[in-house]
Each structure stands twice: as structure tokens, then as C-alpha cells.
T-cell receptor
Framework: GESVGLHLPTLSVQEGDNSIINCAYS??????FIWYKQESGKGPQFIID?????DKRQGQRVTVLLNKTVKHLSLQIAATQPGDSAVYFC???????????????FGRGTSLIVHP | GAVVSQHPSRVICKSGTSVKIECRSL??????MFWYRQFPKQSLMLMAT?????????EQGVEKDKFLINHASLTLSTLTVTSAHPEDSSFYIC????????????FGPGTRLTVT
């Protein structure tokens, strides 16, 4: 993922608009990607995942796009609602085990602010 | 299903004391647990990976004598911050996997540690 330790970029949208949150990942061999939503003071929640053999996956109001050529992941949220306001992280998971586990790497995150 | 709890949710301790944080998988057996640290408006930083019955694997730069991790059972891992100092104040989050060779991980709600 992108460098950790840097402050979060912010995306401000109006309620009802579509939101697109981007993530650049670092390992071209990563096999599995997840988007998480983290509300203030809480742990991350799973939103949607995608494997490296796919380039698009849709859920309820969310779509994840994967571009392996440029190592880019995006999360699209349709008809954004105030309840979508949170920090969104992407995570990449490798194909290889380290110490017996797949060790995920988290991107820097994007703070989504939805204005009513 | 796949619920992970943390206790306490918030703790305030005096500098020089130790504090223990518990992470429990409530409805599944967690062979692998991860401990993360998160500073305000920053990404999750992996501190260590623990597999049940084995010693934890610490990430580079994380002091294993300061952050003691015990994963003694398939449903419980503990993180003890020893001789805490104000710079240890942070949001600590655990996550758990039902298998070491799976990608999905389930996050706890986090523990806010404040060292005065």
C-alpha cells in the first residue's frame, strides 16, 4: 500500500453524489485486496474484496476496480450517504506466506466526508 | 458470526505502569491474530503476528520486550504494554483469522490507551 505514517487525504462529497476512493498498492504479486471502512474510534469493517484474477467486483452500492497494470485499486460508492462518512483503507495480501501467515499491508487511507 | 472483542475499550494509566489488552474471538477459533497500532489520522501499523501456541513475530522496529504478546489459546491473545510512557498512547487494534492460510481477517473494536 501507500506509505504509512502520512496524514490522510480527504474527499468531500455531497449526499447523493458518487464517491471514488483510490489506492495505489506496492506489490505486483499481491493476490487479494480488501477495502475496509473505519469509523471514528472503531475497528475497521470489511466492505468488499477482490482477487487478482478479477478486475471488477460489485456489492451493494459499492464497486471495486483493480488495475494490475498500474497497481491501482479504487472503491466506488454510489449515492453516498452521511453514514458513509469514515476513513477507508485498502489492504493488499501477498501470495506467499511469511512465518506461516499471509501478512496484509494497509494503504494510508482516505477520509470521506459526506455533506448533507 | 466472526466477532472479535477487545477489552478494555479505553484505558488510562500512569507512566511506568503496565497495561494488558485482551483480544478474543467470540464465535470462531483464531489460529492467527494480528496486533496493530494506529495514531490519529494515520493508517494501521502492524506490530506483530501471533499464531496460537507459538511466539509472536514482531515487525521491524517494534520492541518485543515492551510489547509482550501472548496467544495461549485459540480464542485469546493479549498485548501487554510494559513500563508505558506517554508516547505509547495510541489506538491498539487486534484482528483474527480462523486459519493462517486464509486472507480474511476480522477486526476488534480497538483499545484507546492514554498514558499520563
Amino acid at each position: 500500500g501507500e506509505s504509512v505514517g502520512l496524514h490522510l487525504p480527504t474527499l468531500s462529497v455531497q449526499e447523493g453524489d458518487n464517491s471514488i476512493i483510490n489506492c495505489a498498492y506496492s506489490n505486483s504479486a499481491s493476490d487479494y485486496f480488501i477495502w475496509y471502512k473505519q469509523e471514528s474510534g472503531k475497528g475497521p469493517q470489511f466492505i468488499i474484496d477482490i482477487r487478482s484474477n478479477m478486475d471488477k467486483r460489485q456489492g451493494q452500492r459499492v464497486t471495486v476496480l483493480l488495475n494490475k497494470t498500474v497497481k491501482h485499486l479504487s472503491l466506488q460508492i454510489a449515492a453516498t450517504q452521511p453514514g458513509d462518512s469514515a476513513v477507508y483503507f485498502c489492504a493488499e495480501n501477498p501470495q506467499t506466506l511469511t512465518g506461516g501467515s499471509y501478512i496484509p499491508t494497509f494503504g494510508r487511507g482516505t477520509s470521506l466526508i459526506v455533506h448533507p | 458470526g466472526a466477532v472479535v472483542s477487545q477489552h478494555p475499550s479505553r484505558v488510562i494509566c500512569k507512566s511506568g505502569t503496565s497495561v494488558k489488552i485482551e483480544c478474543r474471538s467470540l464465535d470462531f477459533q483464531a489460529t492467527t491474530m494480528f496486533w496493530y497500532r494506529q495514531f490519529p489520522k494515520q493508517s494501521l501499523m502492524l506490530m506483530a503476528t501471533s499464531n496460537e501456541g507459538s511466539k509472536a513475530t514482531y515487525e521491524q522496529g517494534v520492541e518485543k520486550d515492551k510489547f509482550l504478546i501472548n496467544h495461549a489459546s485459540l480464542t485469546l491473545s493479549t498485548l501487554t504494554v510494559t513500563s508505558a510512557h506517554p508516547e505509547d498512547s495510541s489506538f491498539y487494534i487486534c484482528s483474527a483469522r480462523g486459519s493462517s492460510v486464509t486472507y480474511e481477517q476480522y477486526f476488534g473494536p480497538g483499545t484507546r490507551l492514554t498514558v499520563t
